[in-house]
Structure formats: C-alpha cells, structure tokens
C-alpha cells in the first residue's frame, strides 16, 4: 500500500501540471483563433470596400456626364406674389420641381427662418425618386427640405445648408423684396404662362 500511495503522491502533481498546461494551451489557442479571426475580418471588409470603390468608379465611368446646373434649367416659371410683390423663379428640369408644378397653384404661409430664408411646409410632401441633394445653397435659390417636407426661398446664401437639400430653382426677379419682409406672409405661387 505504502508502493501505490506513492505512486498516486507522485503522479498527482503531474497531472495537475497537466490540467494547468492543457488550460493554457486551450487559453492561447482560443485568444490565436480570435486574434485570425479579427484579422480576416479587417482584410474581408477591405477587400469589400475595394470591391465596392471598384464598381463605385466603374459605375461613375458608365454614367452620363453630370450636367452643370444652368444646363438643367427648364423654360418653365413660377410667380411668387405677396404683399403686391412679385417673384419670377425659372425652375430646374427635374422630378421634384415636376412635382411641385403639379400642386399649382398655391397660396401657403412663409415664415422667416434663421435670418437666411424664408420656409412653408407643403401639405403634399415632393417626390425624391431620381433626385440629387446639393450641399449649399445661394442667395436666390427656390430648394425643397425633404426631412421637413418645407420649401424654402434662400435670400442669403447658406454655407451650412444640409445634403437634403434639393434645388428646385433659381430666382429671376424679386429677390429683394424677401429681404425686406418681417415675420410671416401669405403668398401665391402660380404656373406662369407665356
């Protein structure tokens, strides 16, 4: 008996050193598969925004050129009057301006917002389909704010104007007279025609 005690004495420590070798060994093998795993990823999401740049610019290359902004220009206007004023705007040739042609004509409330603009919700919001939002806008600039679904007369310029943006038009004629206006006013906006 005292043969097997010892031997159990002395085999114990062995396997214990055993267990804490095989825990370590599964510690550094799980943190190695982590650390590949993490590393595979970076590269997979790397390579898909390489793939993504790639069809990006293939995309860009398969496009018509961009027209400059005054070749979109339609011969259509708009005339703003109010407070017997009138404001002539010539619209761009594109879906949302052709929407809001289609609501006219109107007779909707302007309130003045942040000294720049003035703004009027539509009861109607404007169609988005196939429409590029611009980053700022210019003194004279007829814009749709889609989050708010307002639409705006820019009399200053913006230079913090947000990417929902989207220019339905540019002011011909009368872009003082917003300048002069305090608080809100009522006006109507009709097609014109020739």
């Not at 011969?75 to 002539?88: A, Q, S, W, Y």
Request: hydrophobic share 35%.
């Amino acid at each position: 008996m005292n043969n097997t005690e010892g031997y159990i004495t002395k085999a114990t420590p062995l396997m214990i050193q055993s267990g804490k070798e095989l825990k370590m060994k599964k510690l550094l093998c799980l943190s190695s598969v982590l650390t590949i795993s993490a590393a595979l990823t970076a590269c997979g999401n790397h390579n898909s925004s390489a793939t993504d740049r790639d069809h990006n610019a293939s995309k860009h290359l398969n496009r018509e050129p961009e027209q400059p902004k005054e070749d979109r220009v339609s011969d259509t206007r708009i005339k703003l009057t109010f407070n017997d004023k009138e404001v002539l705007v010539r619209m761009y040739d594109n879906p949302a301006s052709k929407d809001f042609l289609t609501q006219l004509p109107l007779t909707i409330t302007f309130e003045d917002y942040i000294g720049k603009e003035k703004i009027s919700i539509l009861q109607k919001r404007l169609s988005m389909d196939d429409v590029q939002a611009e980053d700022l806008s210019k003194k004279g600039d007829f814009a749709y704010y889609a989050p708010w679904g307002n639409v705006a007369i820019f009399y200053k310029g913006f230079e913090d104007a947000t990417n929902d943006l989207i220019i339905l038009g540019q002011i011909e004629s009368g872009k003082e007279n917003f300048e002069n206006v305090d608080g809100d006013f009522t006006g109507r906006i009709e097609k014109v025609t020739k």
